[in-house]
């Protein structure tokens, strides 16, 4: 299984982002999706997560308002949809899979730059 994040940037505090993390396998609609994110100096931490089906998500307190994640199963796709975005959000910004093809343990993208900044 592949993973391919894009979308990340230079925003200004306020301003908006959305990240895209394509999957290979053809089993895609079986995995659970997570967004993670590494600032520097500090341990990766998890963002936000949606199930297979995309029935369910859960955030992070901090993203919780701000962040929307989502999928389109027939894309192979993740999003992440960043608002209002503040230069605490700066971190490299990862997807995982677990499930399906992906198994217990899963796998990660290579990651995503998304910095904060005025």
């Known amino acids: 299984v592949q993973l391919v994040e894009s979308g990340g940037g230079l925003v200004q505090p306020g301003g908006s982002l959305r990240l895209s993390c394509a999957a290979s396998?053809?089993?895609?609609?079986?995995?659970?999706m997570s967004w993670y994110r590494q600032a520097p100096g500090k341990e990766r931490e998890l963002v936000a997560t949606?199930?297979?089906?995309?029935?369910?998500?859960n955030y992070a307190d901090s993203v919780k308002g701000r962040f929307t994640i989502s999928r389109d199963n027939a894309k192979n796709t993740v999003y992440l949809q960043m608002n209002s975005l503040r230069p605490e959000d700066t971190a490299v910004y990862y997807c995982?899979?677990?499930?399906?093809?992906?198994?217990?343990?899963?796998?990660w993208g290579q990651g995503t730059q998304v910095t904060v900044s005025s």
């Open positions: 995982r899979c677990r499930g399906g093809s992906c198994g217990i343990y899963g796998y």
């Open positions: 396998g053809s089993t895609f609609s079986n995995y659970v």
């Open positions: 949606i199930t297979s089906a995309g029935g369910s998500t």
